[in-house]
């Protein structure tokens, strides 16, 4: 009996997807991420080099940005303060020589910083934070008050804004405290305490003062401190929450940001007939008017009174009529490269107390940056935060390049030992393994 022969199972076909398939784009656009990743690796690693070889770009492109944003500053400073001072029977160079005297005592000071071994400043945790707390009560004693914020402290005919010190103060307070809890992050409970509370400290002697602005840069740094710690995710949600209730309260509770608020949303008129938005309208005048190229350097308009302190919270309006749209995209880019560069120092730290401190800085310049543009270009309600290095203010900007000093500290570190700044003060505490080594060794001895 013959047998049928056995017909082998047919190959299943794979149908490969066409070029224009949704599962071929969605691949692209799960690879494109990676290449930018890989392409932005390879960049810095050509850039800055690799082990022993590093140059230190890093550490040049922070010291050089931030020297250059501070020579935009005291410039700027000039132009548009010139005017109100000539019609204030004042010098036209006052307001620019004070800038000046600040910026040459806040970069020497970065230099003393960025020489020193930043475990260093941990001695200084505790001290800063009391003396900072002490200043901002003592702001409200004899504190004098400028247009409607009590914030200022007048030393001899210089005014000190204790509110700036206050975040380089609650920076490295809690890089301190967050790295001694180290791994008792992950409960709520080592979270909160005391970090939260010394931070809300902070933030309500601030808001006595009615600077809701200040207090939302303090609160970034909070954030941020938590954030780069390594709390958990689900707290922050929580705290987001608290923050923008209480700032609701803040807002609601007082007539001059309601009105802000309104005029911001509508571009109307308050009741009552005041425009609180006129600052930010002219901003957007000026702006407008620079075009490309700017209208040169001095000769704007909107400073003829039109916009209000021009030299303070919205010289990047001046900036952007005098020297145009390519004038702001320089600045734009000069804060982008800080805080690439920043950012950079910060995954390079295996310290939670480094990791912490440089993250907590690199937020606080960057997003107090991000705050003044967006106010600005009228992306957010008028609130007073200054734009770092550049806006009018001895104590901001003093505090400012204070900052970067400590994260230059850390760079210094990431650069080949034959081409390093040499240290100026060097932390001579050792560990305790180093300590029980060392008397083992006499022992034996």
């Given amino acids: 009996m013959a047998s049928t022969p056995t017909r082998p199972p047919a190959k299943r076909q794979v149908r490969t997807p066409g070029p224009g398939s949704s599962a071929t784009s969605a691949s692209r656009q799960a690879t494109l991420p990676r290449k930018l990743r890989n392409a932005y690796r390879r960049f810095w690693s050509a850039l800055e080099g690799n082990g022993t070889s590093r140059n230190g770009s890093t550490y040049y492109l922070i010291l050089g940005s931030t020297l250059a944003l501070t020579a935009i500053g005291i410039m700027m400073v000039l132009s548009a303060s010139s005017v109100e001072s000539i019609a204030a029977g004042k010098s036209p160079y006052g307001d620019a020589l004070k800038q000046g005297m600040f910026a040459a005592i806040g970069i ?25 707390l002490a200043l901002l009560v003592l702001v409200q004693l004899v504190g ?36 001694i809890k180290g791994r008792l992050l992950s409960r709520w409970q080592h979270v909160a305490i005391p970090a939260v509370p010394m ?69 109307e008129s308050c009741a009552d007939g005041i425009d609180a938005n006129y600052q930010a309208t002219n901003g957007l005048y000026g702006l407008a008017s ?27 309006a001046i900036i952007g009529e005098e020297l145009g749209l390519v004038g702001t995209v320089v600045v734009l880019i ?9 950012y950079r120092v910060v995954v390079a730290q295996e310290d939670m107390f ?67 700044p040499k240290k100026m003060l060097k932390f001579k505490g050792r560990s305790r393994g180093a300590a029980a080594k060392k008397k083992t060794a006499r022992k034996r001895a």
């Fill in 108 to 132: 020497f000071t970065m230099f003393v910083l960025s020489r020193i071994n930043v475990v260093w400043l941990k001695r200084l945790a505790w001290p800063a934070i009391g003396i900072a």
């Fill in 144 to 179: 004098a008050e400028v247009n409607g914020n009590k914030n200022w402290i007048d030393l001899g005919g210089i005014t000190f804004q204790p509110s700036e010190a206050s975040k380089l103060a609650l920076a490295l307070w809690m890089a301190t405290v967050l790295a």
């Fill in 199 to 267: 931070a809300a400290a902070v933030i309500v002697l601030v808001l006595v003062g009615n600077d809701l602005g200040t207090a939302m840069i303090i609160m970034m740094i909070t954030a941020a401190a938590l954030f780069f710690a390594g709390a958990p995710l689900y707290l922050f949600g929580i705290a987001g929450l608290a923050a923008a209730a209480g700032t609701a309260v803040m807002a609601v509770t007082s007539s001059n940001r309601v009105c802000r608020i309104t005029s911001w949303w509508t571009g």
């Fill in 290 to 316: 620079g075009g490309w190229f700017g209208v040169g350097l001095g000769q704007s308009r909107q400073k003829y009174s039109w916009i209000p302190e021009a030299h303070n919270d919205f010289i990047f």
């Fill in 334 to 342: 000069l804060f982008a490269i800080l805080g690439a560069a920043i």
């Fill in 354 to 420: 480094h990791r912490v401190l440089a993250g907590t800085i690199m937020v606080w310049l960057l997003g107090q940056a991000t705050v003044n543009m967006a106010v600005v270009t009228g992306l957010m309600p008028v609130i007073g935060v200054p734009l770092p290095f550049i806006s009018y203010g001895g104590s901001a900007l003093l505090m400012s390049l204070c900052a970067v000093g400590v994260v230059l500290s850390l760079a210094r570190e990431q650069m080949a030992p034959a081409i390093r």
